[in-house]
């Protein structure tokens, strides 16, 4: 599949747009609220969704032109396995597609699932093979605003909802918390005056409020391919796993693509390379392999190991300067580059090969440190049961 295949439409507002106008042109179909941005000449600024409305405390006139992020665009020819890559390479819920530096749509997770759906990858495989035993919890009267900042800080797009009997009651997502923050903006929009202690207001009721109460679940044993169609039925980005009305795991969509990708035989995947890059395809492929038997003499790797680079290229004036992640699939465990590496502000990345060094001798580092971190609890294991013996 093609990214031409997986792509839906998304809303258009112009940079000079009031945020609360550009939500209540957004916000036309359950689950979804992201817009693109574009310039008055037409050409693509950057994209909006759900965690930056979350995260949102100023007045509903504000610009969303100051708001935009900037997450990897693709094009209609992009493969799906470099989408399901870039997905697994950021927190990015959206992709926007580009054609001549203008905004045709958009490829979400949801559409990253049909992918995955459509392979062979996940058959036969069940949900406790790929599911995560961490909750995370809040009760029914958790505030609003106690539940924005534990999700801004774990990094989840969801949490659970316990009664007082610790039972599954309800759950809140991204999305529910950016829908709040944006009826609330559209509400003073359409009054003369903002008062800047509203938000605040609404941060301090208790997060029973907004939970979603048909909470969508499976069971461990379920199969991995019946989780994925329930989630691209139902446009949702996760599952929780319960027993006994109580929930004992999470199974999130960019879980289902790390299995996907770990399934893949290539040892090295150079993904993003734009036309006129590719001739140095080879030379990259050379690196990758020069860092491979280099870390093989710290960490065991085999055949089935995974070494990927996602190169990306911004264009400044008549040069480019490129990004490049690197992330390296050892026994079904990832390791990624952090972004972007620090760099010395003279060097500016210009040259891909420098930029993948960059990238790769980051990875080394955080390898490298896990393994000794395995090494050093090996051998506290091994002092623990000669202690036992010695008793």
Same mark, same amino acid.
Not at 153 to 158: L, Y
Not at 178 to 207: I, W, Y
Not at 272 to 285: C, H, N, T, Y
């Given at each position: 599949?093609?990214?031409?295949?997986?792509?839906?439409?998304?809303?258009?507002?112009?940079?000079?747009?009031?945020?609360?106008?550009?939500?209540?042109?957004?916000?036309?179909?359950?689950?979804?609220?992201?817009?693109?941005?574009?310039?008055?000449?037409?050409?693509?600024?950057?994209?909006?969704?759900?965690?930056?409305?979350?995260?949102?405390?100023?007045?509903?006139?504000?610009?969303?032109?100051?708001?935009?992020?900037?997450?990897?665009?693709?094009?209609?020819?992009?493969?799906?396995?470099?989408?399901?890559?870039?997905?697994?390479?950021?927190?990015?819920?959206?992709?926007?597609?580009?054609?001549?530096?203008?905004?045709?749509?958009?490829?979400?997770?949801?559409?990253?699932?049909?992918?995955?759906?459509?392979?062979?990858?996940?058959?036969?495989?069940?949900?406790?093979?790929?599911?995560?035993?961490?909750?995370?919890?809040?009760?029914?009267?958790?505030?609003?605003?106690?539940?924005?900042?534990?999700?801004?800080?774990?990094?989840?797009?969801?949490?659970?909802?316990?009664?007082?009997?610790?039972?599954?009651?309800?759950?809140?997502?991204?999305?529910?918390?950016?829908?709040?923050?944006?009826?609330?903006?559209?509400?003073?929009?359409?009054?003369?005056?903002?008062?800047?202690?509203?938000?605040?207001?609404?941060?301090?009721?208790?997060?029973?409020?907004?939970?979603?109460?048909?909470?969508?679940?499976?069971?461990?044993?379920?199969?991995?391919?019946?989780?994925?169609?329930?989630?691209?039925?139902?446009?949702? $980005?996760?599952?929780?796993?319960?027993?006994?009305?109580?929930?004992?795991?999470?199974?999130?969509?960019?879980?289902?693509?790390?299995?996907?990708?770990?399934?893949?035989?290539?040892?090295?995947?150079? $993904?993003?390379?734009?036309?006129?890059?590719?001739?140095?395809?080879?030379?990259?492929?050379?690196?990758?392999?020069?860092?491979?038997?280099?870390?093989?003499?710290?960490?065991?790797?085999?055949?089935?190991?995974?070494?990927?680079?996602?190169?990306?290229?911004?264009?400044?004036?008549?040069?480019?300067?490129?990004?490049?992640?690197?992330?390296?699939?050892?026994?079904?465990?990832?390791?990624?580059?952090?972004?972007?590496?620090?760099?010395?502000?003279?060097?500016?990345?210009?040259?891909?090969?420098?930029?993948?060094?960059?990238?790769?001798?980051?990875?080394?580092?955080?390898?490298?440190?896990?393994?000794?971190?395995?090494?050093?609890?090996?051998?506290?294991?091994?002092?623990?049961?000669?202690?036992?013996?010695?008793?």
């Amino acid at each position: 599949m093609a990214v031409s295949d997986l792509m839906e439409e998304t809303t258009v507002v112009e940079a000079g747009t009031d945020v609360a106008k550009a939500i209540s042109l957004a916000a036309k179909e359950p689950n979804i609220l992201h817009f693109a941005v574009v310039e008055n000449n037409g050409a693509y600024a950057g994209m909006v969704d759900d965690r930056v409305l979350r995260d949102f405390t100023g007045e509903p006139s504000v610009k969303v032109g100051k708001l935009v992020a900037h997450p990897q665009t693709v094009e209609p020819s992009t493969s799906d396995e470099e989408v399901i890559a870039y997905f697994l390479n950021s927190d990015s819920k959206v992709l926007p597609v580009l054609k001549n530096k203008q905004v045709i749509g958009v490829v979400t997770r949801w559409g990253a699932l049909k992918a995955v759906a459509a392979s062979d990858v996940i058959k036969g495989k069940k949900v406790s093979d790929f599911m995560r035993r961490r909750v995370v919890n809040v009760n029914e009267t958790t505030t609003i605003g106690q539940t924005r900042k534990l999700l801004k800080d774990t990094g989840v797009f969801r949490v659970v909802v316990l009664d007082e009997k610790g039972r599954m009651s309800g759950i809140v997502s991204t999305y529910d918390l950016a829908v709040k923050v944006s009826a609330h903006l559209a509400k003073n929009a359409r009054q003369s005056t903002f008062e800047p202690t509203s938000l605040e207001r609404v941060g301090s009721e208790p997060v029973r409020s907004i939970m979603t109460t048909d909470v969508a679940t499976v069971n461990e044993n379920d199969s991995l391919a019946n989780a994925v169609r329930q989630m691209i039925d139902r446009r949702i $980005m996760g599952l929780v796993v319960s027993k006994e009305n109580k929930p004992i795991g999470m199974l999130a969509a960019k879980d289902v693509m790390t299995a996907c990708l770990v399934q893949k035989p290539a040892p090295i995947q150079i $993904m993003g390379l734009a036309d006129e890059e590719k001739v140095m395809k080879q030379s990259l492929f050379d690196e990758c392999n020069a860092f491979l038997q280099k870390l093989s003499k710290t960490i065991e790797l085999s055949p089935e190991d995974v070494l990927t680079l996602h190169v990306k290229s911004n264009v400044e004036g008549k040069k480019k300067r490129f990004e490049v992640k690197s992330r390296l699939t050892v026994k079904g465990k990832v390791f990624s580059s952090r972004q972007p590496p620090n760099i010395d502000e003279h060097r500016q990345n210009w040259d891909l090969h420098l930029a993948t060094r960059e990238s790769l001798d980051e990875l080394e580092k955080i390898v490298k440190k896990e393994a000794e971190f395995e090494w050093e609890r090996n051998a506290a294991r091994k002092s623990v049961k000669r202690g036992m013996h010695e008793h």
